[in-house]
């Protein structure tokens, strides 16, 4: 029987109607790089979702989502402000500073989530030749730590950063997790509150791999987007295969059908071991974080692999526990028995 | 009815037994970034062709092996010697000056294939602070002009190369094809011959998606192979899925019979229209490039898409067509009739 | 007659001795790029300080010492750890992640000095290829709030680096008032007390314009950096004349007279104020930093202008007032007179 | 007696007016970073030259000057065109390509003096993300090869570079000895030539050291150009000693006397040694390429070092010899003897 585990959401596989969309595009020859019907239709149902005006672009994975949307829209003395727990700050080997050529200016926050009021203790050397200036303010929907922005929350963002001329980008490798538990379309909580650049995150909602680049008018424009995703090593020469898992993905309900199932899972796990772990932080979307003794770990994660995030103090740690588009009740029910056995005991 | 061309062998779709591979990976859960049996695997299928001490990493794209292969020998004030001709210096958008950080240095050629005699008007400066030092010689194989190097011509440049202190890196795009075209097993003609680094193509070849840096020791060692991929936004989160492609394509034949087809098809093209149009280098491989009337070449691509690829003079153009794994002779037959029929007009 | 302020140490002008110095080498010509004896006199008198195995290499200014000598110890994955008023972090707009390639990790610190437990925090993730790699601590010495570490405290750091394969950087714009404010000599509390990179600043001490990146062996060295000088831009054509700076500051007392002075003045200004205003930071070096009510800001900087550093709440300003070599006991008098002139005010 | 010798005018020290200059500059403090009034007046003297719109800002060096000047009026995806033999293709350590981010596509020429016709074998791909797009033609003036482009020679390339939304770079290490050359005010074969982008070189005319990077609207502006110039580390601290250099050579006639006496002495050279050695290229400048049976150069080094340019066949090499702002009709004639004894010799 295949396994099931809770590492990550991306270590899912791909939704079996994903993988009928790539069948179906296997079919003769078309042009590479894009100029084929099914990317054509992809950027489609994108701008559907998004707006006519959106500039979509397809890419490999949400390291280069990331670092080449803020590449457009950025210059080497640009700093992006971000949480100190940010994806692009902790878990991308660099890559934003050495690639998209930005400095990254951090924020501790108790939730991953970012406030005007943390971004104003980096606003500040405007002008000042010596002073990196600030031009990004950078959020990740759902967060790294399974929390997420309300509309209003991203609009105080987008609305200070537009004031002081800059912009807001969010990334969203988690974003249809973020749709879903907000209860509204994607638009609603990007574009229409004010995000200028969009990481549009596929593979960990049942892709088999592929991300998007979205740039919105008037703020976020770059007509030589197409020069900088060539030569950042992310034109697929096949890309019809990304195109087409996108437009099977949002042309209907798909995206939806899968964020909504990580994230009851993870409402489920967090409900049926909430009496004997302490959840770290609110369970917004698809993560579950813990409070776990240490001296329980090994034997927990012999039933199922998972990451320990944080030491909490000498003896707990902060563990994560991601749910996916084909996580099953089942499964958390039975992880759910493992933690309360391993943690019921002395 | 599906459409097949001769614009580029990156039009062709993926090979039924390459998504019959894709289609078995995805059972369950495995943990990401490689660390799966799928990916395991493939490595291990590398390792019987070329060595057990062999360094594999698998990325997206041509672009990126060939960067990230020459970013793991070469410091930034290192250079890399060239055909006028060569992917890396006319295809890639400037990505190896910017991504890789070498400087290239390029050589003219009747035929895109270097020798020692191109490379020689390169070395100097050797030692001088103010001269970037060379220190890779690239080669395509087969050429992005469709010929083809002998196992003595490659030798000839790495014994050359080390001579110097430098590498010998190979564009392996179209390895597969070379190796069918020599008769070789794909070690002969690359480690054997003493190539440092190896682009391994996949994409072109059958795969959805996926090419492969191989490093060769003793020369081309990089520990930090993992974080120079990482940085360089190719390593694949949902790895298994390109593992499983390069397990299908190399465990058994099937990179042989791929390849052979596109091959005899670009002989079977050139024969058929050799009398009516100038063939412009030794069609070696799977390319063909033909001298054509410029004014022919409207009514011709009506019938087929395809790129000139250079103009011969104020009439006549050089044109490519590409043939592909899953081209047939069918296809090849109507199109030469198209070209004899376009061509004879007045 | 001139006028003389505490704006920053590098406001002063050069020294007469060092000017003297660059007359005496307008003799004739010699060789460009350092191959004259004017710039090997220097390397022989930095050799004396530091150690007949030091690597000595002129650059321009205090960014590029900075720059530089991290890029010659550190790959694009590799972090730098520093304190968050750090000037590599705050004052040099993003050059060292553009052009040394790396990433910096910053600790909040009370009075600008580095401890391992700062730097603990951001001791993880090593081996992990989506986590940047630390490789370079790095402390300024005397720091940039006018503070001092002790022999023991760089020796503290420099331990612990070493212990983790990492390196101890030293950003020595203003060494020369460090050596004097600890009485030791140059080498004691740099090369000896565990220091690997060292930024030699002169500029602020007297010339007309040079710095040093030293390089201290077993740790630190780099074969290749004089190509990483010139290909960052450092590479000075008629090098005799930051050579002959070098000599006349080094070869006798002139580095120690310059920083005592400035050390003196600074010292002489916190106790003609210290009852009228709060000291923000120890005075340990040539700085002084005052806490000053922000209405009196304006009047004051009308006798001399001076850097507001930070806001201390809603009407209180930390102000910065540097010493320097130029600096007299009437300047500071007479300044000092006006503090209490304008603080005395309602 | 102090030596002077021909193997680079940048082996002459500094002219007494600018070391005059410097000295009185040196008086009591001046705010850094170029807020200063010397600074201010060296930037005046420039606009008297270039007009009142121009933006000069002042570098350390000539590397500098290029590749900033460059920087600030291209994109990573862009490339600059010039010689084989330009100075930023051979002569800089890939720094252009590293920090100005930029691809050099080169032409073959037979007196370092591109044309149109050069220019055009590179004028394709325009559109295509896999092509790097010209955005620049690059010349030298007077050239590396001592050649000089008239004032019709760079307007033909910069209509042609501005007919295609690029623009024209000077690289102007010794524009000082083409305006003289040439008989002409600065401005008139520059920016009344269509140059956009002007490197303008000081150290080679008797500065003791400073370039500076002149940007001429419309085309080229760069409002952040101070925070490239500061990330590029070329911000000088005590930059009123630059400017007091450039405003002593250029507020009155210094520049020319320099540049006249370089001139003079290289024709005087020429003339002297014609009629026994091969004069390479045209001497139009302050410099002399002579071809020199291999096996007398050591010889002929041995009474004043000098270059050895390049190798002519296998018993011949065109060696350099410069001229420079303190050359003698002596020291000419002492060398041009040596020259003739030398070469006599069986």
Known sequence: MAHRGFASDNNAGTHPEILQAILAANEGHTLGYGDDPYTHRAIETFKRHFGE???VYFVFNGTAANVLGLRA????YHAVICTATAHIHVDECGAPERLAGVKLLTCETPDGKLTVTHVQQHMHGFGDEHHIQPKVISV???TELGTLYTVEEIRALADYAHAHDMMLHMDGARICNAAVALGLPLRAFTRDAGVDVLSFGGTKNGLLGGEAVVLFPPRARNDAFKFIRKQGMQL????????AQFEALLCGDLWQRNAANA?????RLAERVRDVVEIAYP???NAVFAVLPKRHIPALRARSFFYEWASADDERAVVRWMCSW?????DVDDFAAAV????GRR
């Open 140 to 142: 990740t929907q759902s």
């Open 263 to 267: 994230n009851a899972m993870a409402h």
């Open 73 to 76: 829209v950025t210059e080497s």
């Open 326 to 330: 084909d996580t099953t009740a089942e």
């Open 53 to 55: 005006d959106a500039d």
């Open 283 to 285: 369970v917004q979307a």
């Open 236 to 243: 697929a020469s096949k890309m019809r295969f990304i195109g």
């Open 340 to 343: 309360r056995e391993v943690v």
